[in-house]
C-alpha cells in the first residue's frame, strides 16, 4: 500500500468536502437552485481575484480561457507585447499567433522574470501596442513575474495588461484592481482546489469597454454573449455544474481563510521549501520563485535526470514534476499550491531526500526536513 | 422533504457510481494511470458512436464541440448547407455565419423533420457544398432527424454529413460507420450519463482528411493537435480528469448493457412515454419523436403556460423542461435519455397527470400511468 500524493503544479490535491460537493445529484443549470450556487460561486471568485470586475466561468481549461481573453480583447492587426520565459508565455505567443496579431516579444531567459523597465522600453519605442501579455507564475520554471510594475508601466502606455494567473491565483498575491490588472485568466485545478476543467476570466472595466467594441467575430468564448447571461447569473452555453458545485466548497474554505492568510500560508509554505532544498546543497532553479511552487535544479542530470521524479513516485507514492522542452531531466518541480500545509512540505521534502540517497546522488537524510521545520517553528 | 427528480435533457440523472468515480482523488493527466483511463474511455465511446473512427475529448460544453466542428472542418467561405428545425439547428446556422462560411439554409418548420429528398435537391442544386449540418435529436422539439438518409444523400453529393448528437448519442439510435456519417458531436450530460463538461467529435477516415488539411487557424480545438496527443492517449491541454473518470463508469455500465439494448430501452421508455401522454388526450409535438425525450402540447396554453412546469417542480419536485423561444409555454418536455427505467416513467407521468389536475385542466388520474404500464408489460 502506497499512498499516491500530488505535488504536481496543476492538477493539485482537492479537499475531500470539494470532491464530495462535486458529486452531489446533478443540478439544473437554468433552474433557480444552480443560479444561486453559480451566484455565490462568482462573488466568491471576485473575492480571489480582489477585483469588482466581471468574472467569468468557461466550462474549458485555462487553455480556454487564454484563448478567450486573445479572441476578446485583440482583433486581427492588434500590435501586442508578449512576455516569454517558459511554456506558458510560449502559449500566449502561439495564441497570439493564431489569432493574427502583430507580436511583439520580449524573450526572457526561462528561469528570469520580465523587467518592468525593459517593458517600459519596448512599449515606449513600439507606440500602439494594445496589450501586453504576461503569466503571474511561469509554472514551467516555478518564476514569479512583477505584476504590479508590469500593470503600472502598460496603464502608462495605454496598453491593457493581461494576465496567465491559472498559476498562482489564490497562492501567489495578486490585487487585481488595486494594481491596475486590467484582465487576469485562471483555471479551476490549482490553487483553487478543484478538479480540471473550469476556465476563468476576470475584466475591469477598462478592459470591459474593449470587448464590448471588439469586432472579432467570436461564438463560444464571446465575452458579450457571457456578459448578458451573467446578469441573470446564467452561462450562454451549458455550465459543468458539478465542477461548479465543488469549485463553491473550496472558494468558502479559501475566503473563509482569508486571502492575506492565503497568501501568508503559501509564503511560509515555500519558505520552509527553499529552506529543506537548500540545505541539502541543492539549487532553486528561478531568480524569483513564485509561493506556489519550487523548481529544483537536479544536481547531476547526466546521473539521475528525468530518473529522479520517477523513482520517487514508484518507490515513496509521492508525484513531483519533472522539466518541460529544454529543462526535462534538469530540473523538478515541487507544488504547494492550494490544498498543502507544513506537513505536506516535510513529506515532499522527505521523498527528495529518500530519492537522492537511494540512487546514490547523495545523503543528506533529515537535513532538508530540518531546516523545514526550522522555518515552521519560528 | 420532496425528492428532486431531473426529467430535463440535460444535464440528465446521473448514477451514484458515476458521481462516486468523479469524486476520486485527482490524477495527473501526464502520468501513466490517467493514460490507462483515457485509453479505456476513448474505446469505450468508440462502441458508442458505433465507430471506428477517431473520437475526441474536449473540456467543454457541447456547443464547444460544434465550435470544434464548424472551425475544423470548414474554412471561410465554404459552401455548408445547415439544416434548422429548432434551436440547435440555429445554433449550427449562428457558428457557421460566425466562422464566415457560405450558409444554405434549409428552415423546416419547429417540430418537424428534415426530408431527405429536399436535402438532396438542395445538394443537386448548389454543386460545391462541403458539408451538411444536421442535429440527430433537435431537444428543443424532440424530432429525431433521418440520419441515416441524410448520409446516404450527402455522400452522394460529395459533402460531409456533420451531426450535433449532443441529444441522441446512447438513446437513438445512430450507426456512425455503416451509415457513413462523417462527423459526430456529442456531450456528457445527456444520455451519456455524466456530468456537464465534456464535448466529445467523431471523425471517420473521410472527415480526418479534410480536418488535416484544413487551413483555417485554431488552438484549443485543433483537432491536428488533438491527434497527435491521442496517439499517447493524451489531450493537448489539461482534461477534466474527474468527469473523465466519472464518463468511463458511465460507459462501461452502457457498453456492459450493450448498445442495440441501450436503444430498445430507450424505445420502450418513448413508448410508454407516448402512450400514457395519449391517454391523458394530450399531443405529442413533434411529427418524427425521438426516443430520448417527449415534447407534448401544453393543452391550455392560455390558461396553464409556463406555470405547468413550475408546478410539478414546486409540488412534486419533478423537473420537466418548458419549452424554449415561440414553444415557451406551448410545450413542455420530458426526458428519458440515459439514466432512466420504466418505472422512473411512472413517476413522471403520474406527476403529470396530478399537475394537470392541481391546475383544473383535466382530471386523468392514473389514464396515462396504467396506459404506460401497458406497455411495460407486453
Known amino acids: 500500500m502506497l499512498k499516491r500524493r500530488l505535488f504536481t503544479p496543476g492538477p493539485t490535491e482537492v479537499p475531500p468536502e470539494t470532491l464530495a460537493a462535486g458529486a452531489r445529484p446533478i443540478l439544473h443549470h437554468r433552474k433557480k437552485e444552480f443560479g444561486e450556487i453559480y451566484t455565490e460561486t462568482v462573488n466568491n471568485l471576485k473575492k480571489v481575484f480582489v477585483s469588482e470586475g466581471e468574472v467569468f466561468v468557461f466550462a474549458s481549461s485555462g487553455t480556454g480561457a487564454m484563448e478567450a481573453a486573445v479572441t476578446n480583447f485583440t482583433s486581427p492587426g492588434d500590435k501586442v507585447l508578449v512576455i516569454e520565459s517558459g511554456k506558458f508565455g510560449e502559449r500566449w505567443k502561439q495564441l497570439c499567433g493564431v489569432f493574427e496579431t502583430d507580436v511583439n516579444l520580449l524573450e526572457c531567459r526561462w528561469g528570469s522574470s520580465a523587467d518592468p523597465a525593459e517593458v517600459e522600453k519596448i512599449l515606449k519605442e513600439n507606440p500602439g501596442i494594445k496589450a501586453v501579455f504576461s503569466t503571474l507564475v511561469e509554472t514551467s520554471t516555478g518564476a514569479l513575474h512583477p505584476i504590479e510594475e508590469l500593470a503600472s508601466v ?57 470587448y464590448r467594441e471588439n469586432n472579432r467575430k467570436n461564438y463560444y468564448w464571446d465575452l458579450r454573449k457571457a456578459s448578458k447571461s451573467l446578469e441573470k447569473f446564467q452561462t450562454p452555453y451549458t455550465p459543468s455544474v458539478n465542477l461548479i458545485a465543488g469549485l463553491l466548497a473550496s472558494l468558502e474554505s479559501i475566503n473563509s481563510e482569508g486571502m492575506e492568510n492565503v497568501w501568508a500560508r503559501h509564503r511560509n509554505l515555500a519558505a520552509g521549501t527553499r529552506a529543506g532544498i537548500e540545505a541539502m546543497g541543492l539549487e532553486i532553479f528561478p531568480e524569483n520563485p513564485a509561493c506556489g511552487l519550487t523548481a529544483v535544479k537536479i544536481p547531476t542530470p547526466e546521473k539521475i535526470g528525468s530518473g529522479f521524479v520517477k523513482h520517487c513516485q514508484d518507490r515513496y507514492g509521492i508525484v513531483f514534476a519533472g522539466g518541460q522542452a529544454d529543462l526535462k531531466g534538469k530540473i523538478f518541480r515541487i507544488a504547494h499550491m492550494g490544498y498543502y500545509d507544513e506537513l505536506d512540505v516535510i513529506k515532499a521534502l522527505a521523498a527528495v531526500e529518500a530519492g537522492l540517497r537511494d540512487l546514490g546522488e547523495r545523503d543528506v537524510l533529515g537535513r532538508g526536513v530540518k531546516a523545514a521545520l526550522e522555518v515552521f517553528t519560528t
Open 154 to 210: 502598460s496603464s502608462s502606455a495605454g496598453a491593457l495588461l493581461i494576465v496567465d494567473a491559472v498559476s498562482g491565483l489564490g497562492c501567489d498575491r495578486i490585487l487585481t484592481d488595486e494594481w491596475g490588472v486590467d484582465v487576469v485568466v485562471s483555471g479551476s485545478q490549482k490553487a483553487l482546489m478543484t478538479p480540471p476543467g473550469l476556465g476563468f476570466i476576470c475584466v475591469n472595466s477598462r478592459a470591459a469597454e474593449v
